[in-house]
Every structure is written in structure tokens, then in C-alpha cells.
């Protein structure tokens, strides 16, 4: 099992982020949440580690 990896793998962590935002730009709120529900399975997927997912699922729970 994998350790979840929390630091920038972006050599553009800026153009990272900026990306992410233009991609909800003129979305409504149900829009948006859907494209990252749908994001968050496909990255889930290509992670494709259990234990790296839960890791993760808790990480983001915490940053409340």
C-alpha cells in the first residue's frame, strides 16, 4: 500500500490550481459539484490504491 502524497508533483502548482478554477468558471453550483464528483472518481481511479483514497478522503475531511 502507497503513503498518500501531499506535496506539489505540479512543476506549475499555480497553473495547477488556476486550471481547476477555470474549469467550474460559469458552472452553477450543482454544475461544479458534479464536475468534481466526477473528477475526484477519475483521479480516484487512476490512484487506483484503497488505502491512498481513504488516506486522502480523511486529510480532506480534516481541512474543515
Known amino acids: 500500500m502507497s503513503k498518500l502524497v501531499t506535496a ?5 502548482p499555480d497553473a495547477a490550481y488556476v486550471t481547476l478554477v477555470e ?10 459539484a458534479a464536475l468534481d464528483t466526477r473528477l475526484a472518481l477519475i483521479l480516484a481511479n487512476h490512484v487506483g490504491d484503497l488505502g491512498v483514497l481513504k488516506e486522502a478522503i480523511e486529510l480532506a475531511k ?3
Not at 8 to 12: C, L
Not at 24 to 29: D, F, V
Open 8 to 12: 506539489s508533483q505540479f512543476a506549475d
Open 23 to 32: 474549469a467550474r468558471r460559469g458552472l452553477s453550483a450543482q454544475e461544479a
Open 62 to 64: 480534516g481541512a474543515r
